[in-house]
């Protein structure tokens, strides 16, 4: 029951869904349809995992009064203000003031707060560009020429100095890169394969975690 | 020893150094002429090549807040250059952020396009790659309303989409997973084309697609995005922030370079120390 | 100069600020804003996982009788056991079901656009001829780099064999051409982080304190 069952799930549902790939059935097209609708469903319930996790880690450093106690409380508090206004709007889409709500706190809080988390790293990019990006190595000489040259391709003031940095840009772009990431990518598809392979048989069962 | 501190320059003088390049032009605009490139107008050809009385098109807002910058300047001219040419648009995403993304590119094209009729933007759905199938295999009924709450029965546009063969073009605006892995791995064979708008970073990782004709065109992050307002005579965000991106560009080429030098001669000085 | 005058952009720019306050040293404002910001994040992830179960099951189950969303309700439920201790192992069921689903999803699309399709296109002619039969150089060069990167980037991977003589050669072949693609990628993260800074500074010095 407790792994035996969930191997044979993994080897049935992805068995299904494999063979109708391969065999044109009505009966087991409406079996795959019917499966991935309800993946569907199980994934969106699966997001709801991540809220009841942050609200039990913020809700016990509150009640233990953990130093940054008062940041867990703006953390779930604006938590709450995203779930009760966005289900409200969207069982009551007439109710302009609540759609313009929801969207003020997308556009005002969400938006700009998760853009400048992402943004910061190119600071971070600059820092490490003058302190770290060192030519050491043979190879090292040549990731970093390439990244020079691809970045002055793509500055249209470095083509107004000289007219070929975009010519090699596009080259190193369009012919040696995606040579790499073809390889790369063939590689990663043929691992690819042997892992879901390894899973659908229950050779590797990193999924049903540990213990018993 | 001045090598010494050349090497060991406080990282906030290289932040403010960085902001101060960003922001002068920002301010200022320089107007440094833009190239065009030739898979901007290889996605320009493609929307040009539709026919605004048969084709439907696909856009799918795959990318996130957190990536928008580079990708909503494309997003926003695409959906311009097709409302321009009068060609319907169905707006679909598989990330949670997409549908008020997609409410942004809505608010800008205003009156160019009839809610319901033109375009509809129907909102978001959970499951990365089976949602990507579910609305490959059932366009139709997938979404029982839209991300407004206009049931869809309702919208005279998706009176014309029964299967997924009725869109002629795919354009995936993206930032990530899901995205062209998903799309290329569910798209049935003679289905629409399918051309992706992508966030700078992603760019390296897709080419082989688009070498193998797999993508029938790419717009490469906010440059893409950048060129086809050019393209299309509407400059928007991403041509108002050319000019900054190129010097930031320059000044990080430029500390690479220094960079560099400092760590050559100090490495010299070592050795001839040595000796 | 003209600052904007509406409380929301001002949020807006104090937190972003705030934020990047972080790049400086970390704070106590930072650490605030960094807590609103995840509690956004997870509550709007929530409501559209909300919207998604509304409109996938329990409005089909509830006004149309299709008692197979049922099964998706229950093995979505079935993931919260995690959290009582005697049944965790029942969430593995669900879990197990999303395993087999996704790799009966992805293994064949897989092997069909990435492994089959990528193979092909780098079967490519190695000397490439005008319609008049004249030898075009360039792209013959670029189809022979293609050509001998990518066997170059698969030998490198491929661990069967002893890396000497020919295969070494081949393997260092494939590590440059990787090099060079990981030079192409950091040029391309280093563009790309710029242009997500360039959409906070102009939140920041356009909308909020308009002197953009």
New interface residues.
């Given amino acids: 029951?407790?792994?035996g069952?969930?191997?044979l799930?993994?080897?049935?549902?992805?068995?299904?869904?494999?063979t109708t790939?391969?065999i044109k059935n009505p009966t087991l097209g409406q079996a795959r349809?019917?499966?991935?609708?309800?993946?569907?469903?199980?994934?969106?319930?699966?997001?709801?995992?991540?809220?009841?996790n942050?609200l039990?880690i913020h809700s016990a450093r509150i009640a233990n009064r953990r130093s940054?106690w008062?940041?867990?409380v703006?953390?779930?508090?604006?938590?709450?203000?995203?779930?009760v206004v966005?289900?409200y709007s969207?069982h009551n889409?007439d109710n302009k003031a609540a759609a313009q709500l929801f969207?003020?706190?997308?556009?005002?809080?969400?938006?700009?707060?998760?853009?400048?988390?992402?943004?910061?790293?190119?600071?971070?990019?600059?820092?490490a560009?003058?302190?770290a990006?060192?030519?050491r190595s043979f190879?090292?000489t040549?990731?970093?020429?390439?990244?020079?040259?691809?970045?002055?391709g793509?500055?249209?003031?470095?083509?107004?100095i000289w007219d070929k940095f975009?010519v090699i840009?596009?080259w190193?772009?369009?012919?040696?890169?995606?040579?790499?990431?073809?390889?790369?990518?063939?590689?990663?598809?043929?691992g690819?394969?042997a892992t879901?392979l390894r899973?659908?048989l229950g050779f590797d069962r990193g999924?049903?975690?540990y213990g018993? | 020893m001045w090598l010494e501190r050349l090497q060991n320059i406080d990282r906030r003088v290289i932040y403010t150094v960085l902001l101060i390049v960003l922001l002068g032009p920002m301010i200022k605009p320089i107007g440094i002429p833009l190239t065009i490139n030739k898979t901007t107008y290889q996605m320009y050809n493609l929307i040009e090549s539709l026919n605004p009385q048969s084709d439907i098109v696909m856009l799918a807002m795959d990318y996130s807040v957190a990536g928008a910058a580079d990708v909503h300047p494309q997003a926003v001219a695409v959906a311009k250059h097709l409302a321009n040419r009068g060609i319907k648009m169905v707006m679909v995403a598989f990330v949670p952020d997409g549908p008020m993304l997609a409410e942004r590119v809505l608010n800008i094209l205003g009156d160019r396009v009839t809610y319901g009729e033109d375009i509809v933007n129907l909102g978001y759905l959970s499951g990365g790659e089976s949602a990507v199938k579910k609305f490959i295999d059932e366009p139709a009924t997938t979404f029982p309303r839209d991300h407004r709450g206009n049931a869809i029965s309702s919208l005279p546009i998706m009176s014309n989409i029964k299967t997924i063969h009725d869109f002629s073009l795919i354009v995936d605006f993206q930032t990530g997973s899901p995205g062209y892995q998903d799309f290329l791995r569910q798209l049935p064979a003679g289905g629409p084309l399918y051309a992706a708008g992508i966030v700078t970073v992603s760019v390296p990782n897709v080419m082989p697609y688009l070498d193998s004709g797999q993508f029938a065109a790419l717009l490469p992050g906010l440059r893409g995005g950048a060129e086809y307002e050019v393209l299309i005579g509407e400059p928007g965000e991403g041509a108002a922030r050319m000019d900054a991106q190129s010097l930031g560009h320059m000044v990080i080429v430029t500390f690479i370079i220094v960079g560099n030098v400092a760590y050559f001669f100090s490495k010299r000085q070592e050795k001839s120390g040595r000796r | 100069m003209n600052v904007s005058t509406n409380p929301w952009i001002w949020f807006m720019g104090i937190g972003m600020l705030s934020l990047y306050s972080f790049i400086y040293k970390e704070n106590p404002i930072y650490r605030l804003f960094e807590h609103i910001y995840v509690g956004a994040s997870v509550g709007y992830t929530f409501v559209t996982a909300y919207g998604n179960i509304i409109d996938q099951a329990w409005t089909p189950l509830t006004t149309e009788g299709k008692l197979n969303l049922l099964v998706p309700i229950i093995l979505g439920l079935m993931l919260y056991t995690r959290y009582f201790k005697p049944i965790a192992w029942i969430s593995r069921w669900p879990m197990s079901f999303l395993m087999g689903l996704g790799i009966g999803v992805s293994t064949y699309g897989l092997l069909e656009s990435q492994l089959i399709a990528q193979s092909k296109a780098a079967m490519m002619p190695l000397f490439v001829k005008s319609s008049e039969g004249a030898l075009l150089l360039g792209r013959s060069i670029n189809n022979i780099i293609m050509i001998l990167g990518v066997l170059g980037v698969l030998f490198y991977f491929f661990f069967s064999v002893e890396h000497k003589g020919p295969v070494r050669r081949m393997a260092s072949l494939g590590r440059m051409v990787m090099m060079i693609t990981f030079g192409v990628a950091f040029g391309n993260v280093v563009m790309g982080r710029i242009s997500l800074l360039l959409g906070t500074i102009s939140d920041i010095f356009g909308t909020w304190l308009g002197i953009i």
């Fill in positions: 029951m407790k792994r069952v969930p191997l799930i993994v080897f049935v549902v992805g068995f299904v869904m494999l790939y391969f349809t019917l499966l991935n609708n309800w993946g569907v469903i199980v994934t969106a319930f699966s997001v709801g995992l991540a809220s009841v942050i039990r940054g008062i940041n867990s703006a953390l779930i508090l604006t938590m709450f203000i995203f779930i966005g289900i969207r889409p969207s003020n706190l997308f556009d005002y809080a969400y938006s700009p707060f998760s853009a400048t988390m992402y943004a910061m790293i190119a600071f971070y990019v600059a820092s560009s003058y302190r990006f060192r030519m190879e090292a040549l990731l970093l020429t390439a990244a020079l040259l691809v970045m002055l793509n500055a249209p003031i470095a083509e107004q975009p840009g596009n190193l772009l369009n012919v040696v890169n995606t040579t790499g990431q073809r390889g790369i990518a063939i590689g990663v598809a043929i690819g394969f879901s899973i659908l999924h049903l975690g018993e």
